[in-house]
């Protein structure tokens, strides 16, 4: 169980402005789960964040939502919970090298840095052309 001002600092950074540092965040739950329900709220509000953000290595892009539902699912583990998370139309984590091919194919400048990563998986997503998928986590 965090403390309060654990508890404090933790929803300041999954409810920071830039999605890096929410992703940050997540990432370090997935990590290691807090096991403190009261952390539930803030990672949910995230299902519906379709912001890019570095998902893994190898270098993988995905949203800050494919993030938080695999931080509630680990959460729920740690905390012995047998509850499944489901998410629906979410963008599949790509490799850097997937999502280099999918931008060139739509005329996309793209190179290997991570801001041009970033920005064209913004694009794609906006343009509806990444693969989506259901991800369903149970026990």
Known sequence: MYTDSELAE???ALQ???PSERAAMLKALWAWPSQDERLLPHIAGLLNDESPCIF???LRMAEVRWLAARVI???FKAQQRQESVRLEGAIKPLKDDELAALAKRAGIDCDSTLPA?????????R???LPTTTLELRL
């Open 73 to 75: 699912f680990a959460e």
């Open 10 to 12: 933790t929803v300041a």
């Open 117 to 125: 990563l970033l920005s064209a998986f913004a694009e794609l997503q």
């Open 16 to 18: 920071d402005p830039d």
């Open 56 to 58: 893994g290595t190898p």
């Open 127 to 129: 343009l509806g052309q």
